[in-house]
């Protein structure tokens, strides 16, 4: 087994005790550890493999600065953006092949900007005393990271904080061992849904996308997928994308907690990938199953999916707003965009006789896109429904013409 190497980093003048209990636990396991210091006024017993200095100066800052503020925050986001940016570059220097930061609420902060600045893959772990908390917003959760709660670990080694660090450890090691870069012999196809039973045109694509020469990832449209999507995207890594789920865009619009950012169906035309999208549960806004029902939205068919997710139906004026939005994201395109519509709804309950059937609603949100699809991008009406077969056919017909044309 290659030794892997971690990069372990914190705040070495008020946690080196247990910064060094980590890296120790690391180590007896077989591990290499380095070191990134992001404190600010203190300085570690020993000096670390990245000091605090250059972590500032990686962000084109200086401790000095971040001193002279005389803010927390301030200094920490000066702290957050250095280390980010040299995490970044250490990584692609092949320096480490997993990352562990610890830290408590400002240490977080810090760590989730750090982790999002690392390719999907690369084994992330935060050790934080507000793990799983609803004070993190879901944008700014990496896609592929992993939360340990630091328990009892406010204030100095003891018996609890012990275990849950060397779960830490133990769990980033392995993670490095095991993990291996993502090879690419097929060009990969990014695509969003939902499950089987809302969505189906993935069972019908994927076979027939396989048997053109293409990888096929499908991502679940329910925050974190699209987070994880929307940074492939952003990286260039698909050769195109079937954005046909876009819920999530309807939910950040919406102020749900499910949310995927305010990127959302975005980063592939940014980055000029050829994208086909569609209007798979656009109708619907997902909810977290146990908070209660923001009054806004109170009055409107409520659909329990299960105990995790409860889905509201939208009025008029936001399926209205819903496609105002979708063409506005895709009016900043820059590579070839088709916007498919199938004209007989969106998921396997508004179908007619479903049991949020909507034709009013449907033919509005249908209305406001026809008005406001961007010059950038083609609309293609079929009608059919999104589960038919006739919507898998289309989207295979833009495909062979795309890859005809060398698009793809």
Known sequence: MAHRTILVVGTYDTKDDELNFIADVIREQGGVVKTMDISVLGDPRAPADY????????????????????DE?????????????????????????????????????????????LPIGVPKYIVSTVSFSPMIPPERLPADVQMILWAGGLYGLNSVCEASL?????????????????????????????????????????????????????????????????????KGEFAAVLDFAPQEVGNHMLGSAISAGADRMTNAGKAGLPQIVSIGCY????????????????????????????????????????????????????????????????????????????????????????????????????????????FANKTLEIMDRWIADHLI
């Open 51 to 70: 000091t605090k200095h250059q972590v500032a100066e990686e962000g084109g800052h200086s401790i000095q600065e971040a001193i002279a503020g005389g």
């Open 166 to 234: 060397r779960q830490a450890a133990g769990a980033v090691l392995g993670a490095a061992r095991a993990a291996r870069p993502m090879k690419r012999d097929r060009p990969l196809i990014g695509m969003t849904s939902f499950g089987k039973t809302v969505l189906r045109y993935m069972v019908h694509l994927k076979p027939a996308l396989e048997a053109r020469g293409f990888e096929l990832a499908v991502f679940h449209a329910t925050g974190m997928g699209g987070r994880a999507f929307e940074s492939l995207a952003a």
């Open 283 to 390: 109708d619907l806004v997902d909810l977290v199953g146990w908070h209660p029902v923001p009054p806004a939205l109170a009055d409107q068919d409520l659909h329990d999916h299960n105990r995790l997710i409860t889905s509201v139906s939208m009025n008029l004026a936001q399926r209205r707003e819903m496609a105002r939005t979708i063409c506005a994201k895709l009016a900043k395109a820059t590579g070839p965009t088709v916007l498919l519509l199938p004209l007989k709804g969106g998921n396997e309950w508004d179908r007619a006789g479903g049991i949020l059937e909507d034709a009013e609603g449907l033919a509005a949100f249908i209305d406001e896109l026809r008005k406001h699809c961007p010059d950038n991008a083609t609309l293609v009406e079929i009608d059919s429904h999104i589960n038919d077969a006739a």
């Open 73 to 117: 925050n301030i200094a920490m986001q000066i702290m957050a953006k250095g280390a980010a940016l040299l995490a970044a570059r250490l990584h692609d220097e092949g320096v480490f092949d997993g990352v562990l930061v610890l830290g408590g609420s400002m240490g977080t902060d810090l760590a989730l900007d750090l982790c999002t600045a």
